[in-house]
């Protein structure tokens, strides 16, 4: 009996975090579904190069183990104009007071995606 209940928990796990990679990249390949933040080292770029790191986030595919260990497609790095940017979705409640109760409801959640240098963490 360990083992099915044990085989359920995982399934469900491993369900659950494909409903949230879906919903984490919708939101951010259309940057629509949550808040974008942008912190000063970001807000700041010459435009251009603002619009080059945008498009590479909304890009990203280089999902792995390493970066993305729980396979929900929150985290990633891009490099842009030879300088290094975070990018990472958080979830929230819909008040943004807490966190999220069940990242997987969109109808519970906001999701907010920030973009930063490296050099600002």
């Known amino acids: 009996?360990?083992?099915?209940?044990?085989?359920?928990?995982?399934?469900?796990?491993?369900?659950?975090?494909?409903?949230i990679r879906q919903l984490n990249d919708r939101f951010r390949t259309r940057?629509?579904?949550?808040?974008?933040?942008?912190?000063?080292?970001?807000?700041?770029?010459?435009?251009?190069?603002?619009l080059a790191l945008l498009i590479a986030v909304k890009e990203f595919d280089a999902f792995n183990s390493g970066n993305d260990p729980h396979e929900e497609h929150d985290f990633g790095t891009v490099e842009v104009g030879g300088a290094f940017y975070?990018?990472?979705?958080?979830?929230?409640?819909?008040?943004?007071?807490f966190g999220s109760p069940d990242p997987a409801d969109e109808y519970v959640t906001c999701r907010v995606l920030t973009i930063m240098r490296a050099d600002e963490y």
Do not use: E, R
């Not at 009996?1 to 369900?15: E, K, R, V």
């Not at 979705?89 to 008040?95: A, E, G, H, K, V």
């Open 31 to 50: 940057f629509s579904g949550g808040k974008v933040m942008l912190t000063a080292g970001v807000d700041g770029l010459d435009p251009d190069l603002k």
């Open 86 to 97: 975070f990018w990472k979705i958080d979830y929230y409640n819909l008040d943004l007071q």
């Open 1 to 19: 009996m360990q083992a099915c209940a044990q085989t359920s928990i995982a399934t469900d796990a491993a369900d659950k975090a494909a409903v």
